[in-house]
């Protein structure tokens, strides 16, 4: 019996192989306030290029994903993970945990043409005639495979071989190596389509299992434990504060603000439409920019809202805990 069909027996029937991999809190921040940002504000534009880079990212993850699909069902695939080494916390885009081995998937979606300079470990990237040089994603895996070595340690996990490969997500991307290359470091790039042939490759140099099922599956489980997505202060990021965006309720059919309250919906004064719902996107807007909590004083600012009493039927619409006296009450949001 090979290790393949001895998982396939012994794991769980229902174990997922890759989730739908969904945008980063950081992500969801960069849309929300370059959204509430007025395009005459100095810091519009730095917003603006690292939502860019951020959208870039997970549009080549999520191209990645569609291939990771096929792999074997006794495989699993834990993303956009960001785990506690003891020392520092470390973030790994793709980890694919196998029977035999851990493999760790650094995704970059970059267009133009890459140079990877194996002497001076920098990558460069030539694109609309322009140059731009970036850390060397070689060094970026290694010091992962250090942390995620100790990380296992912590928890007295066996020893497991760890490989990894830089995925280049866009296939229109040119590709070039430079430099001595000893350690083979170029076949460690990989294309999306061609990663299933290079983790099959890597598969038949084991014979036996790595591990035992009972341990594949506690490793899974603690990732989903252990796993602490960055909650970055994105208003501290760019020195705003609450002044520096544009609030009301969004109009979700021409994106104006703000709306306004009438007969139990919200009018747009600008194309009419009409929605019962929208202040919703306007509390979730808030936690992403502001806090997790809420008060009937700051809904109404922050939504143009002149009634306690309407501004506190929407709360209670939505939020489902809040703590305090009815005077200081605060709303807890559960949006994102």
Not at 40 to 67: C, M, R, W
Not at 161 to 190: C, E, H, M, W
């Amino acid at each position: 019996m090979t290790c393949s069909e001895y998982y396939s027996m012994e794991m769980e029937s229902d174990l997922l192989i890759v989730n739908k991999r969904s945008k980063t809190l950081q992500h969801m921040q960069l849309e929300a306030v370059l959204n509430r940002l007025s395009s005459e504000k100095p810091i519009y534009n730095e917003v603006h290029e690292h939502l860019l880079k951020q959208s870039a990212g997970h549009f080549g993850e999520t191209t990645l994903d569609f291939y990771l699909q096929y792999l074997p069902e006794h495989f699993h695939v834990a993303q956009d993970i960001r785990l506690f080494d003891g020392i520092h916390y470390f973030q790994i885009d793709a980890l694919v945990i196998c029977p035999d081995f851990i493999l760790i998937l650094e995704v970059k979606n970059f267009k133009g043409e890459l140079t990877f300079d194996l002497e001076w470990n920098q990558l460069s990237r030539v694109y609309n005639g322009q140059k731009d040089i970036f850390p060397d994603p070689f060094l970026q895996v290694e010091h992962q495979t250090r942390q995620l070595t100790r990380w296992l340690e912590r928890f007295s996990f066996p020893s497991v071989p760890i490989y990894s490969f830089i995925v280049i997500s866009n296939p229109y991307t040119t590709i070039a190596v430079q430099g001595q290359d000893p350690a083979n470091l170029k076949k460690r790039i990989v294309r999306p389509k061609n990663l299933l042939t290079k983790m099959e490759s890597i598969s038949q140099h084991f014979s036996e299992c790595t591990w035992l099922p009972k341990e594949f599956q506690k490793l899974i489980h603690l990732i989903e434990k252990e796993n602490l997505p960055y909650q970055a202060a994105i208003m501290d990021r760019y020195s705003l504060s609450i002044n520096d965006l544009i609030i009301g309720v969004q109009c979700e059919q021409c994106q104006a603000f703000p709306m306004r309250r009438r007969h139990g919906r919200w009018f747009c004064p600008s194309c009419s439409y009409i929605s019962k719902n929208s202040h919703i996107k306007t509390l979730r807007d808030y936690q992403l920019l502001v806090k997790n909590t809420i008060s009937n004083r700051e809904f109404r600012e922050f939504a143009f809202i002149h009634s306690k009493k309407v501004a506190r039927t929407l709360l209670l619409d939505v939020c489902h805990q809040y703590t305090g006296d009815t005077k200081d009450r605060k709303y807890v949001l559960d949006l994102v």
